[in-house]
């Protein structure tokens, strides 16, 4: 059973929102880490937005600072990942993922990683 599943990627114009959502159906995340990561064609995965399950301390890359929110909802056992202002450089596979040290920023220490959603911003 997958631990994390993401939801919400799609084609948007440039200037445009989208909403990511990470779902954990068959686990508590209670004392984890989230954080979303991106993956653009022969790039390597980059940390994009990280929150503690409680939803205590955001933390930004500076390439989205002020564009992307993260945030949870405990009661839904979700993480999700607000992105407006989007740009064609945020085009990538975003992947949702769980670790246990605060910030996860580092795509080797991350536990757990969700399958992927493709974002795709046009000109």
């Known amino acids: 059973q997958e631990q994390l599943v993401e939801s919400g990627g799609g084609l948007v114009q440039g200037g445009g929102s989208l909403r990511l959502s990470c779902a954990a159906p068959?686990?508590?995340?209670?004392?984890?880490?989230m954080a979303w990561f991106r993956q653009a064609p022969g790039k390597e995965r980059e940390f994009v937005a990280g929150?503690?399950?409680?939803?205590?301390?955001?933390d930004y890359a500076d390439s989205v600072k002020g564009r992307f929110t993260v945030s949870t909802d405990t009661a839904k056992n979700t993480v999700y990942l607000q992105m407006s202002s989007l740009k064609p450089e945020d085009t990538a596979m975003y992947y949702c993922a769980a670790g246990f040290r605060w910030p996860l920023q580092d795509p080797q220490v991350v536990s757990y990683w969700g399958q992927g959603t493709q974002v795709t911003v046009s000109s």
């Open positions: 929150i503690m399950w409680s939803g205590d301390l955001p």
């Open positions: 068959g686990r508590s995340f209670s004392r984890n880490v």
